[in-house]
């Protein structure tokens, strides 16, 4: 995960990363979209305004999928609420 600006430059990163499992197919896009969207092969970005939903989301979603990664993930959020011309990155490893 990382926050990048329009030029694609790194303003931060996160030292954990979403740990996939067949949990996250089983989300119900209806009450997860954003974290419907995340895949193990391809990258997810969320703007300014999609960021509170993904908050909203990280918050109600099941303790089996969680980890680390979740409070990496808010802080970055905090980053791009913060900043201007900033999008949160969940890149595929």
């Not at 197919?25 to 703007?47: C, E, I, K, R, S």
């Not at 089996?64 to 913060?82: H, I, K, N, P, T």
Request: aromatic share 10%; net charge negative; hydrophobic share 50%.
């Amino acid at each position: 995960m990382a926050v990048r600006g329009d030029s694609r430059k790194v303003v931060a990163s996160a030292e954990a990363g979403v740990e996939w499992t067949a949990g996250f197919a089983d989300l119900d896009p209806a009450q997860f979209p954003m974290l419907w969207a995340l895949t193990p092969y391809g990258d997810a970005v969320f703007n300014q305004r999609q960021v509170p939903l993904l908050l909203a989301e990280l918050d109600r979603l099941p303790a089996d999928l969680g980890g680390e990664w979740v409070g990496q993930a808010r802080e970055l959020c905090q980053v791009v609420e913060r900043g201007l011309h900033l999008y949160l990155w969940f890149i595929d490893d």
